[in-house]
C-alpha cells in the first residue's frame, strides 16, 4: 500500500500569514495516462464530514477559497493557505487516489497564533 | 449531482452484527467502484474496502474476514456487512464514489456512527 507521510502534525500560524502543509507518497502518484497526480486534499471542522478542497494535487474544487491553493507531482505536495482566517482552523488530510486501496496522511491541525 | 446517503448506523454489542446502506444516485452506479472508509472518534481517516464494479474487492487488514462489501446495481446501493464487531471498530463511517478511470475526484457521504459497546 502507498504510505501518505504529513508534516508538520500541527502548526499555528496568525490571522493573515501563510499556512504550508506537506504530503509525501511512498510511490509516484503520477498516472502518464492523462498526466495528473491522483492526491486530494481535505479539510475536517469538528462534527463535519471532510470537505474536499484540492483534486489532481492542484485543481481548487467549485466554491472553494483561492487562499488554498494546491502544489507538487510525483511523490512530494504542499497545501497552501496564502492568508489564514479565523475559519481555517482545522485539520487537514491528503489522500491519495492513485490504487483502489486508498490511503491518507495522518493529518495537520492548523491553529491560530 | 452526485448524492450518498449512509444509513444502517447504531449502537450494537462487541461480537455483534450491523448492515450498513448507502443510497447511491447522480450517476450511473453500475458503472464505478465504491469504497467505505471510516474514522474513529478523534482518530484520522482509514479506508475499509473497496468493490469494482464487476464485484471484485479488497479489504484492510483490520477487517479482513470480519466484514463484507456487496453492491446491488438494480437498487444503486451499496452495503457493508460487519460481522464479529470490536469496540476498536466503533466509528463514524463513509462511502465514497470511487473517481473511475482516469477520474477527476472521488465523492463522499456524510456518514453514519457505528458504536460497539456493551
Known sequence: DIVMTQSPDSLAVSLGERATINCRSSQSLLYSANNKNYLAWYQQKPGQPPKLLIYWASTRESGVPDRFSGSGSGTDFTLTISSLQAEDVAIYYCQQYYTSVRTFGQGTKVEIK | ?118
Open chain 2, 1 to 118: 449531482q452526485v448524492q450518498l446517503v449512509e444509513s444502517g448506523g447504531g449502537v450494537v454489542q462487541p461480537g455483534g452484527s450491523l448492515r450498513l446502506s448507502c443510497a447511491a444516485s447522480g450517476f450511473t452506479f453500475s458503472n464505478y467502484g465504491m469504497h467505505w472508509v471510516r474514522q474513529a472518534p478523534g482518530k484520522g481517516l482509514e479506508w475499509v474496502t473497496f468493490i469494482r464494479s464487476d464485484g471484485y474487492n479488497k479489504y484492510a487488514d483490520s477487517v479482513k474476514g470480519r466484514f463484507t462489501i456487496s453492491r446491488d446495481n438494480s437498487k444503486n446501493t451499496l452495503y457493508l456487512q460487519m460481522n464479529s464487531l470490536r469496540p476498536e471498530d466503533t466509528a463514524v463511517y463513509y462511502c465514497a464514489k470511487d473517481c473511475g478511470l482516469a477520474g477527476m475526484r472521488d465523492y463522499w457521504g456524510q456518514g453514519t456512527l457505528v458504536t460497539v459497546s456493551s
